[in-house]
């Protein structure tokens, strides 16, 4: 089995940055993409950005240029660089990674979510 384990949310003032990392350890061959979510109180979980194995990544247009992803393939983890944060970012951050076991089939995981809060 995988797990998928995140770390560094914490509370922010507008303005600052937090790094957010996520360790996947378990039954791994290999990791195809990996990704950040996030959902907001009373909204619905929506992408914040990808990152495929060869390092190719993409933006939601309310993170572009404040966030920047990035991965260690060496450590199966995936970091979330976030600058210049606002009030608006305030969510539960969840990692989310499609992993190929031993017989390369592929599997879409989830972590448990860290909560990030910006105060304005």
């Known amino acids: 089995q995988v797990q998928l384990v995140e770390s560094g949310g914490g509370l922010v003032q507008a303005g600052g940055s937090l790094r957010l990392s996520c360790a996947a350890s378990?039954?791994?061959?290999?990791?195809?993409?990996m990704a950040w979510y996030r959902q907001a109180p009373g909204k619905q979980r929506e992408l914040v950005t990808t990152i495929t194995g060869g390092g190719s990544t993409n933006y939601a247009d309310s993170v572009k240029g404040r966030f920047t992803i990035s991965r260690d393939n060496a450590k199966n983890t995936v970091y979330l660089q976030m600058n210049s944060l606002k009030p608006e970012d305030t969510a539960v951050y969840y990692c989310?990674?499609?992993?190929?076991?031993?017989?390369?089939?592929?599997?879409?995981?989830w972590g448990q979510g860290t909560q990030v809060t910006v105060s304005s």
């Open positions: 989310n990674a499609a992993i190929h076991d031993k017989w390369y089939k592929e599997y879409v995981y």
């Open positions: 378990g039954s791994i061959f290999s990791i195809n993409f």
